[in-house]
């Protein structure tokens, strides 16, 4: 049964008052509770906690899900952030087919300015899907396999 909601724009409900120089519709609620008892939602079964006689279970997260906690939630986002956008994509896969690339070697086959390409990349490296190595006056960088295998493991579980 759908219960009706009680009319609220009657004329003693309803008033006009003034806010920060203009005219605007205030309600007054003036019915109780009682008055209004919206249905349960049908995903609610009766063998639930809600319609049980017993208390319902409490600090389920930390026994089920101890890892979701805000910083790891951070982190991440910070890393499905950094793999979802196209040309940090392409550019996973351009250091994957040479083994390990510098970031002049990345804006002149990507075409993108020099600027472009180092934020890009260390967006990467602030997410540790890339790794730096310096070797003399060059920066190569190389991918994390163990980081991405981890993604993957990651986004094979939660697409099951």
Known sequence: MIWPMPNLFTQRNFSIHRKNNRYSPYIRNTYTPSQYTPPMPSFFHEGDS????????????????PSL????????ALTFRA?????RQEMIRMIDSKGHATVTELFVEMRLEQSV???????LRRALLVKKIRDGKFMYYKLNLERL???NKMVTDLLK
């Open 50 to 65: 809600l319609h049980a006689n017993t208390a319902p279970k409490k600090d389920l997260l930390k026994t089920h899900a």
């Open 69 to 76: 906690d805000l910083l790891s939630i951070k982190k991440a």
């Open 83 to 87: 793999i979802n956008h196209p040309l």
């Open 117 to 123: 390409a180092s934020q890009h990349l260390a967006i």
């Open 149 to 151: 295998e981890l993604l």
